[in-house]
């Protein structure tokens, strides 16, 4: 049974160099005010599975791209689901919890998504184009990430899948901006964007329409998850529509450090009060 004051292990990698964004910041930020409510230690993802039994549950934040510690995870989804260890975000994700797949199968079912096929038997099916963008399914942080000309598409495809590298083609996409919607549980936060397509990272604030909203509500009620926070990231076309870049329900990075203080306060209060209904579960 949870102890009067719930025991967190907070999952983080504080040293991993992410490109632009300082994930150590922002969980030190979070824990600094998560103390108030629970008992909590933090700790690498590395050694969760040597920890977890100790506490009432797992709060999966800013650990990495999980590719490059793939045994250390596989042994930490196997540990939890062994001894039922309550996990946040609980480990069902749809988006790039699983991989980048669920990006073919929204395309298939004509949801407003880059458009994505993993075969070249499929190519007809992505629009032509001078140039297309070739990623593996379990990329992340654009590792493996190949630009190639529509002559070389076919064949880097095959490659991949006579190497079984497991790649994903999509075109290559023109965009205004790229915007994130951050939501806790199925309660939207706050979106910010990058006005600068070449600086993903340097983002500001953004006040999304009752449409842009929509848009990113379909992703959130597809995921279907029960509680956790996720971020929606969207590319704005020049013909201002939105298509889905990708939807993380991981471990996403939440630019807390972009917001005015208002917003980062109600955030706060949002994601402690997910917590403590996903304590009494």
């Avoid at 009067?4 to 632009?20: E, I, K, M, Q, S």
């Avoid at 300082?22 to 690498?44: N, P």
Wanted: net charge negative.
């Amino acid at each position: 049974m949870p102890t009067a004051r719930p025991r967190l292990l907070y999952v983080t990698d504080l040293a991993y160099p992410a490109r632009g964004r300082r994930y150590g910041d922002e969980d030190v930020f979070l824990t600094s005010r998560l103390r108030a409510e629970f008992d909590l230690a933090l700790c690498h993802p590395g050694d969760a599975v040597s920890l977890m039994d100790a506490f009432d549950a797992v709060v999966v934040r800013n650990s990495g791209p999980v590719l490059t510690y793939p045994e250390a995870y596989a042994a930490f989804r196997e540990r939890a689901a062994e001894r039922g260890t309550p996990v946040f975000n609980p480990l069902t994700g749809r988006g790039d919890m699983a991989g980048k797949g669920y990006l073919t199968d929204l395309t298939a079912a004509g949801y407003p998504v880059i458009p994505t096929v993993d075969r070249a038997a499929d190519l007809h099916r992505l629009p032509e184009t001078g140039r297309y963008v070739v990623k593996p399914r379990l990329g992340a942080d654009s590792a493996g990430l190949r630009t190639v000309t529509p002559d070389a598409l076919r064949a880097v495809l095959a490659e991949g899948a006579a190497t079984g590298a497991d790649l994903l083609a999509q075109p290559h996409v023109d965009f205004v901006h790229e915007i994130s919607f951050c939501f806790v549980d199925d309660a939207f936060q706050y979106a910010l964007y990058a006005p600068r397509p070449d600086r993903r990272w340097e983002l500001a604030p953004y006040r999304p329409t009752l449409a842009d909203l929509a848009f990113a509500r379909r992703f959130i009620d597809w995921n279907a998850l029960p509680y956790g926070v996720q971020r929606v990231d969207a590319c704005r076309t020049p013909d201002g529509g939105l298509l889905l870049v990708e939807l993380e329900d991981l471990n996403p990075y939440l630019s807390l450090d972009a917001l005015d203080d208002g917003t980062r306060e109600a955030f706060v209060t949002a994601f402690t009060a997910s917590l403590r209904r996903f304590l009494a579960v």
